[in-house]
């Protein structure tokens, strides 16, 4: 059992960057495969990023290509979602996600393991 932590959400001015930790329990963090995914009021939840635990790589949305970064620290068990030229449209809660079958990174019901969520909001 793997319970995670979200952490960092806010109120942002559009444009400026913000980041989100997401704390992991659990002494077999490292060999999960982990992603961030959001979700706006009225509105699906869709994915924004993933990584792959056994080769490193990460994946995003088209939405937040180019504007957010996902990594993580296996030492201290947690990833990061590092959030840059926040627009107003990535208003929205975020959730940790952990233990995806590679490669569906992208599909929710992949994922066994779920935070409670931040809010994030960017004002205009």
């Known amino acids: 059992q793997v319970q995670l932590v979200e952490s960092g959400g806010g109120l942002v001015q559009s444009g400026g960057p913000l980041r989100l930790s997401c704390a992991a329990s659990g002494r077999t963090f490292s060999t999960y495969n982990m992603g961030w995914f959001r979700q706006a009021p009225g509105k699906e939840r869709e994915v924004v990023a993933g990584?792959?635990?056994?080769?490193?790589?990460?994946y995003y949305a088209e939405s937040v290509k180019g504007r957010f970064t996902m990594s993580r620290d296996n030492a201290k068990n947690t990833v990061y979602l590092q959030m840059n030229n926040l627009k107003v449209e990535d208003t929205a809660v975020y959730y940790c996600?952990?233990?995806?079958?590679?490669?569906?990174?992208?599909?929710?019901?992949?994922?066994?393991?779920w935070g409670q969520g931040t809010q994030v909001t960017g004002s205009s």
């Open positions: 990584i792959n635990t056994s080769t490193g790589s990460s």
């Open positions: 996600a952990a233990d995806y079958r590679s490669p569906r990174w992208y599909n929710r019901s992949e994922y066994r393991y």
